[in-house]
């Protein structure tokens, strides 16, 4: 009984995303803590060497120190995932997610004794190869070495999510920064029925810029980080794109967005371009509306089909689309049931619709409940997980608090505690 009680006490939750790592102990109650998932390598200098500051890699908060430098960002920033998988020979992107794992799990350490190692439950893409989960452990298996880690699981993310909801039939639809999941769920993630999406929030962030280019904002185009607030700022997800567009140029100061960047002089006006903002959420769920083909043919790049491993991750099927394609993968005596409960989380479902404009915009569950019964599916339920960036974070902490201390990992199952205490 008091290894449960232990275990409850120091819970720790670690989801790696492609933008940003979120992490921390159950003590956080809702929200976990996060930083960018990416990491530096900065060139050997006899300056840092002098002041004692030699590191193979920097990750978390230093890194904006270094990127001023002049260096050559591009070979020394490194992002280690791409739709949610690092290759096996990747050692740069492997190394900054072992840095990220160490540094998070210090950064918690209680002070004091009593404190054995936490109960670490990580969570991995629905489509991730068997070596990430072998890698992984072993990164865990060094922290105990150090104390810091008592017993490790791991976990799929779209799994983490329906268990934060409390939900064993289900279909968890997972969108973050690089890669958006489909995973019809019966208890377990039905395997077979994972449909993944070469697309996410940077999908978002690239039609953003092209229409800062078009405004006249070209140079602020260049930095993502603005970049990425303008749309988180601005962005507008339509109801139906042609409505809120035409909308949009009849009413041009109701939709007009201006967005001041904190801490500078610099201002943001989308003036008569305001309309496109209804593009922005608008590409999240269907790149393939006309609309965007002028964008293509000027050069934004158009999502692709890509194969990692044995993955096919497509680029432009569009959200409803692959909410079916993936159910329809499933016994038909289970869709009913998979359809009267869709859930959605990950940032990338992050849009709300300010008042004034609530008849031509809307939020992720109203469009794809919109869609899908366009699509002449009826009877469909569809839930925004509550701040959905955190969802899987929130669920790896439940998962960890519920699974039982005495019931140890296998391999044939994929669940269950690895203990590391020898
Ligand atoms: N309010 C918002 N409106 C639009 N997009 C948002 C909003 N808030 C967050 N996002 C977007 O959500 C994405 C980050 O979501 P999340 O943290 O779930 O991704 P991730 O876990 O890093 O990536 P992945 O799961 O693809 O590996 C970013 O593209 C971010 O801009
Ligand atoms: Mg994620």
Redesign the pocket.
Known sequence: MFEEDYKRRFVFGC????????YGPISLGERPR?VE?RGYFPERSVVAEILGGVREVVVGNEVAQFLGSGQDLSARLVYP?R??IIGAGDERSWRVVRELLSKSLTEFKPGGLGFKGFYVVASL?AVAPLYMYEKFFSFLDEKAEEGLVRSSTLIP?PLAVAIAHKQTSCVVV????????VAPISRAPIRGAVVALNR???E??MITAEIMKDTGYGDLAKEEKVV?SV???L?LLPLDLDRAVSFGRSNREAVRGVYQVEGTRIRIDLGDHSWSRFL??EI?FNPGHEVFQSYYKRGMPRPSDVRVGDTVFYGMMDMAETVISSVEKCPVELQPLLYSQIIL????????APSHLKSVACDSQTKLLHMMREKGIENVKVVLSPE?????WRGCIVYGYALPEGYEWSWERMEGWLHHWR
């Open positions: 989801d790696f995303g492609t933008s940003d790592y979120k996060s998932n995932m739709d949610g893409s993310q997972e969108s973050g920064h690089g890669n958006t999941q996410g929030g940077s978002a962030n990425r749309k988180e700022r962005g922005i959420g999240v989380s990950g940032g990338n479902f992050n849009w709300s959905p960036q955190f969802a899987v």
